[in-house]
């Protein structure tokens, strides 16, 4: 049975997808914020130029910030959005 979970999209994220969230299905054998991001990047063409270089992302899981390699466990939602400057 896939899980679920919903992402939300931040910034020029949002803007080059075209949208600000989604839910998403994903296989079992997927255990990690990049394993995610990887499968995203396969499905469509459209997560490909975005998630590119995901040193220039940051990521949440139900809000706490995570590294690329934190396990999804049993997490409800996966924020993405460029790092924060101040200026």
């Known amino acids: 049975m896939p899980h679920q979970i919903n992402i939300v999209y931040f910034a020029w994220v ?7 969230q989604e839910t998403v299905a994903f296989p079992e ?6 394993e995610l991001v990887e499968h995203l990047r396969n499905i469509d063409v459209s997560y490909f130029d975005v998630f590119s270089d ?4 940051r990521f949440a ?3 706490d910030f ?3 390699d ?11 959005f460029p790092p924060v400057t101040g200026g």
């Open 66 to 68: 995570v590294g690329t």
């Open 54 to 57: 995901l040193k220039k992302l």
């Open 29 to 34: 054998t997927i255990k990690t914020v990049e």
């Open 14 to 20: 949002k803007e080059r997808l075209g949208r600000d």
């Open 70 to 80: 934190h396990l999804l466990a049993s997490a409800k939602e996966l924020a993405i």
């Open 61 to 63: 899981l139900d809000h």
